[in-house]
């Protein structure tokens, strides 16, 4: 039998499904030149047995959950919680129903590289609060969970559908029942690789002589909702050169150009992982118990929730509809809601579109690095200064109008 090294790499998803299930320790995962993890097969080590083709999302393609979807519109009680979630808090508020659950979720570390964790312990699950626009490394994740659980313990994973996929996958071909486990998934616009993001980092520091502490990728520092659209993607840089962080998400730099850069960075869909431009998982049919996503459009419905604070869309399905239901805030959508809801969520019908230059992109970080890059391709470099300079003005008049005409023009 053959093993993964068969799978065409713009198909793999990264989600280290394969590397888990194999005994024979043959598989590891590797960066690629773009930076996205891979597997290598070591074919000394390799005995052909075919377990890691039987969990390979990529060679056992997504073929919906068959059952019932719910959408429900969610916010969080806590408002201290519901102001460091990106949303509305739904991840934190399906964890907190769990007594004394292993939580398994993105967190980016001290080295701003961002991975997946497993922890019960109430720090790492703060920290795993908040999107990170960047694949995260599944490391060991999927073994630790499967001793988890066949400890008889609870887990809640929150991950992407292909992660979320790859999990399910594993621990269905190692025979581990997952009664225990509860997962979450994401409405998922892709990911840029850690990689890419290194490099931000890196020209951040190099061009303000400081060094990176932490990088907050959704600020929530001003009101939520379709109004705000730029606002919602604010981001904040913390490093060296400023006090420590006394007020979380608040604190930062947010004015600078360099302070924005990743989100365009997101937004341009040049760097994403090549699986996510034909993504199969942008439909309601979704691998996890629960989708997470941000609720656009509830201004123009008649659900009861107090939004410019942060407002979560979920949609439930087998087991993750009793969750949802347990949560104080819940309210399921009626027909006219549900609809509201999808007219924002172009990623329930279809992937980002693969963007022409996207291999122009690639072979010109390859020769001349980021920089150029980032002047090449993004909104970087003298004019775009120039540009924030008056963004910041405009803000700081409350000019929203003018603010956001500059802000097109500087972000997307
Ligand atoms: C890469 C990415 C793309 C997204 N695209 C969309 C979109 O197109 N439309 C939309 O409405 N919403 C999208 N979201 C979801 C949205 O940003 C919020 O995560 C969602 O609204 C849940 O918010 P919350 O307040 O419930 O939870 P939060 O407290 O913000 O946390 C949500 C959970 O997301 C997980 N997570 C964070 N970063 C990552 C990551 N890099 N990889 C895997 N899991 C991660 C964490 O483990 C955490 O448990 C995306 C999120 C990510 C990470
Ligand atoms: S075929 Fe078997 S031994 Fe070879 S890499 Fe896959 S799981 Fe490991
Ligand atoms: S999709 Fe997952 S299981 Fe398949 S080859 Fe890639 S990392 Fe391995
Ligand atoms: S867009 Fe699809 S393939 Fe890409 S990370 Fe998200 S779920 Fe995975």
Redesign the pocket.
Known sequence: MESVAKVKPETCFGCTACMAICKFDAITMQPDAEGFMVPIVDEEKCVGCGACTKVCPALNPWQGKAGENKFYAYQHEDKEVLAK????????AIVGNEENPYVC??VLDNKLY?RHILSREEDDIAA?????????DMSNVLREIRDKLAAGEKVVF???SC?THGLLNYLSVAKVPADNLIT?D??????PSNLMHQEYVKLYEQVKGVKGLKHYF?TKRQQWGLKFMLKNYEQAFVHSGQKPPVHGCADGDRTSLESQLWLNVFFSDLCLRESCYHCPYCTDNKPADIT???F?GIEETDVDLDFPQ?C??MIARGKGITKVEKLLNSKLLNAKQESVARKY?M?LTRPIKRPETRVDFWRDYHNFGFAYVAKKYLRYGAKYKMLMVLYNFANKLSDKRIAQRIGNRLFY
Do not use: N, P
């Not at 990106?86 to 991840?91: E, I, K, L």
């Not at 795993?128 to 995260?136: E, F, I, L, N, P």
């Not at 994401?186 to 990911?191: A, D, E, P, Q």
């Open positions: 979630s990106t949303s509305g808090g739904a991840f934190s979720g993105c961002v795993m609060r908040g999107s990170k626009y960047v694949q995260s929150s991950g992407t992660q979450m994401l409405i998922c616009h892709g990911v959704r997470l996503a941000d656009w942060g979560s869309l969520q990623h």
